[in-house]
């Protein structure tokens, strides 16, 4: 919950349930179109094109898990199954029957949420530890066991496969290059962020609020919680399938490599990181965990092999294979400082610093 | 009184603190101001540097902390040494190769990331790429930016330039490795043996299973290929036995192989779960005989597995690092110059595989900048040219062919054993030679 700029009065409900409330705000918005849709495509280069690819990808991917942890309380830890199911339902179809794009999307997305409610059954009756058992048989059932073995070969490709350039079409549009995935993921983004932030300000997401907080006193109030469990686990499935399905046009590939167990643990670390039970959260973690790497790449590179470095440090290249440990270290110790030290993720800074310009200058 | 003293004192200390706190400020900004100063110089130099027009660059992609780190790791060192050793040897006609180096965990995502890194940030010229998931999931996309990228990953899949024109790889491709290692043990062991005497008087046939990370593109890469030939030499086919990259323990799937009876094994990951799977099997009386890619055979194998490993067969890429081969000084000398932290007794065939890689790189972009193209297709072309090449001689590798038809570097596979505790050759097979029908159509997968 924010506060309103000082001086802002709201007179009737529809102000006060506005998305945007403010003039300010509107234009922060209008920027943030702008630059999403302008100005990065336009000056950032491929490069930091195809990152902004793997963070939105990481966005989507999270979304669900932060429905189901975050809003839902109820713990996961096998998302990458259902975010497997969309993308080989998507490709599959594609491949086989020659649907369109956006239908195998949306098809991608029912088939990840249908399985997903099927994993979420257990969630019913068993909670905790016992439900994260549960989630990480998803994982293991799903891709290791259906996927591997008996989904990826239809077709007789084999476990792993390309899709041929000019598969993913779009109407007239075709999806190819690193740009026009780029503007397909922001969409993908505005899209599910909407949905998700609509569905949480609904009756069904105070419900799911409700089942976080105290699941009995929500079932005491008349919440069917089975039904909103349910639904939670179909959403977070939906929002699954749809990011492998979105993932495997900017891969042109699929292989059940792509969603192994780690990637389920990678989810879970970036709504930590980002803060549970906050959209902005997922943004955040998003970027934290895909931008951080990047960039303790760049810098190793810099230290072990910038020829300024190198001739003032001549053990620095020597040092290089450590230096690989250390990015991976290093990106351990930043998860353990903020559960310490940033226990709420960076959404609630962001939360603090966005209130101190709300109240300023009379934040008392 | 007391309290005034104390507050005088408190008011004193306080005096001192401030003063302190000053000097502190005054370090802080006279440190940010040195820092400052050394980060404009590096970015300067570093800039000077970068206009070097002499200059080639080549982008390597190396799992040093991931699932085959187990092997990436001494291949990184390889590759940074053998193009330390071409450096100081006059580059690429004259100009300086500059390698860009990264880790990418074996994590897909990442691997995409870092090409497209190489693609549009540091711009090079060629990539050196390493697993088989990531650079199957590339192929179609460097083949769009016409990006020659030579892997690690010998995969079949990699070889047909009409599917992946820009792929290039470095051995015997795993499918053509695998028929070959299963002909050897066929024609060598079963045939000859008397340890299988009885039923092969007995008209059995023999019966062959494959312990290999079921999802892993890398370990299932030519599994289609050695069951079809395994097809072609009578086996019985059993069911494939999931070991994943990681695994420590494989007794669930030992026990379920001893009950199909298996008299054959291959196993397709890396020497750490293939080690543990050889250990599990002698524990538990297997009685097999067991085969492996060349990625699980090499100087560790019999030192994580022990007597375990004895006896069992494997493809042997190249020269092992301490083996005798011509170019053993140079690999030596350069081990010891640039990674003294390393004990040579600890260093592997994957080092030398590292020296081979980026001596075929290199002889492909000298032949592309003769010829005034050191750009992608020219490089690709230049690949193209090699029509039995020695190079790779000095390095215990292979002739290489390579033609604008056909990407699979040689047919001659090379079978290992260990012996007392050692990987050692025991036999070549060339496969064009002994299956000149089939060769042609072995092509791709």
Redesign the interface.
């Known amino acids: 919950m924010g506060y309103r700029p000082c001086g802002v009065y709201h007179q009737n409900y529809r102000q006060d349930h506005a998305w945007w409330q403010t003039r300010f705000v509107w234009g922060k918005m209008i920027l943030l179109f702008i630059a999403t849709y302008y100005i990065i495509p336009k000056f950032a280069g491929l490069y930091l094109v195809s990152v902004a690819n793997v963070v939105g990808y990481t966005i989507l991917s999270a979304m669900g898990v932060q429905l189901l942890i975050g809003y839902c309380g109820q713990v996961t830890l096998g998302h990458a199954a259902f975010l497997a199911v969309g993308a080989y339902t998507s490709t599959l179809l594609m491949l086989q029957l020659h649907l369109p794009y956006p239908i195998t999307l949306i098809l991608g997305g029912i088939t990840g949420g249908l399985w997903s409610v099927l994993f979420g059954l257990p969630s019913a009756r068993v909670k905790g530890f016992y439900l994260i058992m549960a989630t990480m048989a998803a994982q293991f059932i799903t891709v290791e066991f259906f996927i591997t073995q008996y989904v990826s070969q239809i077709g007789g490709r084999g476990v792993a496969f390309s899709i041929p350039p000019g598969t993913v079409t779009i109407g007239p549009w075709t999806v190819q290059s690193d740009m026009e995935v780029y503007y397909l993921m922001v969409t993908l983004v505005v899209l599910c962020t909407l949905i998700m932030a609509n569905l949480l300000r609904s009756k069904i997401g105070r419900a799911w609020i409700a089942i976080r907080d105290n699941d009995i006193a929500a079932e005491t109030m008349g919440v069917n919680i089975i039904y909103y469990k349910l639904l939670a686990f179909f959403v977070a499935g939906f929002f699954g399938g749809i990011a492998g399905a979105f993932w495997v046009t900017s891969l042109a590939a699929v292989s059940p490599e792509h969603f192994q167990f780690g990637w389920s643990l990678w989810l879970v670390g970036v709504i930590l990181i980002g803060g549970v039970g906050s959209l902005h959260g997922t943004i955040f973690g998003a970027l934290f965990m895909t931008l951080i790497p990047e960039g303790l790449k760049f810098l190793i590179f810099i230290l072990t092999q910038e020829p300024f470095f190198v001739n003032l440090m001549p053990f620095l290249p020597h040092l290089l294979e450590k230096f690989l440990f250390v990015k991976e270290a290093a990106f351990g110790l930043a998860i353990a400082l903020f559960l310490i030290f940033e226990p709420n993720g960076l959404s609630y800074r962001w939360w603090q610093v966005k209130n101190y310009f709300n109240l300023w200058p009379f934040s008392y | 009184m007391v309290g005034v003293e104390r507050r005088v004192g408190g008011f004193y200390l306080n005096v001192i603190h401030a003063n302190l706190g000053g000097e502190k400020m005054r370090i802080k900004v006279r440190l940010s101001v040195v820092v400052l100063a050394f980060l404009i110089?590096?970015l300067a130099?570093?800039w000077v540097?970068a206009q070097d027009a002499k200059e080639v660059k080549l982008g390597a992609l190396q799992d040093?902390?991931g699932a085959t780190s187990d092997v990436g790791?001494d291949e990184?060192?390889g590759v940074?040494e053998a193009t330390q050793y071409y450096n100081d040897n006059g580059g690429i006609n004259g100009k300086r190769i500059?390698?860009?180096?990264?880790?990418y965990?074996y994590?897909?995502?990442?691997a995409?990331?870092?090409y497209?890194?190489f693609?549009?940030?540091d711009k090079v010229v060629m990539v050196l790429g390493w697993g088989?998931?990531d650079t199957?999931?590339?192929?179609?996309?460097i083949n769009?930016d016409k990006m020659p990228y030579l892997s690690s990953s010998f995969s079949g899949?990699l070889c047909d330039p009409k599917k992946t024109p820009y792929n290039f790889v470095y051995g015997v491709d795993y499918s053509t490795n695998a028929r070959g290692a299963i002909t050897y043990w066929f024609e060598e062991i079963w045939k000859k043996e008397p340890k299988w005497k009885d039923l092969r008087e007995k008209g059995v046939k023999p019966k062959f299973a494959c312990f290999i990370a079921?999802?892993?593109?890398f370990a299932?890469?030519p599994i289609?290929a050695i069951k079809d030939q395994a097809a072609m030499l009578g086996f019985e086919i059993g069911p494939d036995y999931?070991i994943p990259l990681t695994a420590l323990d494989t007794k669930s799937q030992i026990l379920a192989a001893k009950s199909f009876g298996v008299n054959l094994g291959w196993h397709g990951n890396t020497t750490m779960s293939t080690s543990a799977t050889l250990k599990d099997a002698y524990a538990l009386g297997l009685g097999a005989d067991h085969i492996m890619t060349h990625w699980a055979f090499d100087e560790n194998l019999p030192k994580l597995a022990g007597p375990a490993s004895e006896g069992t067969i494997g493809l042997i890429a190249c020269a092992l690092f301490n083996d005798e081969y011509p170019a053993k000084k140079k690999v030596m000398d350069y081990a010891k110059k640039?990674?003294?932290?390393v004990p040579i007794e600890n260093r592997t065939v994957r080092a030398v595989q590292g020296w081979v890689k980026v001596t075929l790189a290199v002889e492909a972009m000298k032949r592309a900048d003769k010829a005034g193209k050191l750009n992608g297709p020219g490089i690709k072309d230049a690949f193209e040219t090699m029509r039995e090449w020695q190079g790779l001689k000095e390095f215990g590798g292979q002739l290489v062919t390579i033609t604008p038809t056909d990407h699979r570097y040689s047919s001659v596979v090379r079978v290992g054993k260990v012996m007392k505790g050692k990987p050692q050759p025991v036999g070549e097979i060339d496969m064009r030679a002994k299956f000149p029908d089939k060769w042609a159509s072995w092509l791709g997968w």
């Open positions: 110089a590096g130099v570093s540097f040093t902390t790791k990184a060192l940074r500059r390698l860009f180096q990264y880790d965990g994590r897909v995502p990442e995409i990331t870092t497209k890194r693609r549009d940030y088989t998931g199957e999931s590339l192929s179609p996309t769009a899949n079921t999802a892993s593109p299932t890469a289609k999931d640039l990674n003294p932290g």
